[in-house]
């Protein structure tokens, strides 16, 4: 497994060099004059001012150039300095946050990290435990009724489902706010100079390593909306595909024989037929935790979460192309890595998997 690992690890340069150059062929289908917003935050009004930019800058440079420039960057010819260069971790500016892209990132991406880490316990626990009991009792009222479940949580809207939720439990209910944080909490943390460290930018661990369990529960009220509406539609995926796998681990003749040797049903299921169905489980799980880590679009939207997702939405909606693409490569480095856990995941579940 080690020797795998290591050669994943060799052969993710060149995905990404693979990543990098589809962005770009992105990037190079905007004119020079739009592509100038990757090197200055106010674009001038003149043709004359926006051409001396054009030069300085070397957007009218062959390709291949162009390319190495936006890897590594390039010297200032007034200043000296280096600038640009993803490498580097300049993405461009972002009109819509405005700030770097970089910058937008390090702050939206904790705000989808937590509600990844939050979403993703019960989703998969519950997911699969319930895709054990429909298999368990096959065509029988209790799997009829966890089908069904599945079928409405897979066929819902995500908008839909948040819609009814903000309307239930915070517009008729008052229970759980959307956004990260009350007021109250919020003058709390984000003031200058506070006495509360933002270690993670992730309130719910800030606040437990900041000993402030106020803010603690303040912002796991404001996380269980989100979570379960995230949670309850990605159930019924989990739930289908463990119940296939489950069924089809229950028929092996490993399974037959542990019956035959008096074992009790539990057991035979528990730690026989459900281990050896997590892999596909494992599978489907980590690309929809990925998929949080992307940022989760419509559900921040909904529930006013400033994430990545938001960010998404914000930049789309004012034509930020800059910004769209640098959230683009990012999210491709987090999915090439989330593949790799993915792999390694499956021989850690199922020790007949070799890894060759």
């Known amino acids: 497994m080690i020797a795998y690992i290591i050669r994943r690890l060799l052969i993710m340069p060149i995905i990404l060099i693979g990543v990098t150059m589809l962005i770009f062929a992105m990037l190079m289908l905007l004119s020079p004059v739009e592509r100038v917003a990757l090197y200055v935050s106010d674009i001038p009004r003149r043709p004359a001012a926006i051409q001396q930019l ?3 800058y070397r957007l009218d440079d062959p390709i291949h150039v162009q390319y190495w420039h936006w890897l590594v960057g390039q010297e200032d010819p007034e200043t000296g300095e280096t600038r640009g260069g993803i490498l580097r971790g300049d993405f461009g500016w972002s009109h819509t946050a405005q700030v770097p892209v970089m910058q937008a990132i390090k702050e939206r991406f904790p705000g989808s990290a937590e ?9 998969l626990a519950i997911g699969i435990w319930l895709g054990v009991q429909s298999a368990v009792h096959h ?3 209790v799997d009829h009724v966890l089908r069904t479940f599945s079928i409405i949580g897979y066929s819902l809207p995500t908008f839909v489902f948040g819609l009814l939720m903000l309307l239930v439990f915070y517009s008729r209910l008052d229970w759980f706010p959307p956004e990260r944080l009350s007021q109250w909490a919020r003058a709390v943390v ?13 309130y719910t661990v800030d606040a437990l390593l900041n000993l402030r369990f106020d803010i603690l529960l303040d912002a796991l009220r ?14 019924a ?9 489950m069924l089809e681990s229950l028929r092996q003749d490993y399974i037959t024989t542990a019956r035959s040797k008096g074992l009790a049903e539990r057991v035979v299921t528990n730690r026989h037929a459900r281990k050896n169905a997590l892999i596909p489980v494992a599978t489907i799980g980590g690309i929809i935790f990925v998929g949080y880590l992307s940022g989760v679009v419509i559900t921040e939207t909904i529930y006013n979460l400033h994430g990545m997702g938001k960010l998404y939405a914000d930049a789309a909606l004012n034509l930020d192309i800059v910004t769209l693409l640098g959230l ?3 999210n491709g480095v987090i999915l090439i890595v989330g593949n790799l856990v993915v ?9 007949r998997v070799r890894l060759s």
């Open 343 to 351: 792999d390694v995941l499956y021989a850690v579940i199922d020790p």
């Open 190 to 202: 984000d003031v200058p100079n506070s006495e509360f460290v933002q270690y993670t930018r992730m």
């Open 54 to 56: 054009i030069e300085k």
């Open 139 to 141: 065509n029988k009222f």
């Open 222 to 235: 404001h996380m269980v909306l989100p979570v379960v509406g995230l949670s309850y539609l990605n159930w």
């Open 328 to 330: 683009t490569l990012f």
């Open 115 to 123: 509600l990844a880490l939050w979403s993703a316990v019960p989703m």
């Open 237 to 245: 995926i989990v739930l289908r595909v463990m119940r296939s796998s």
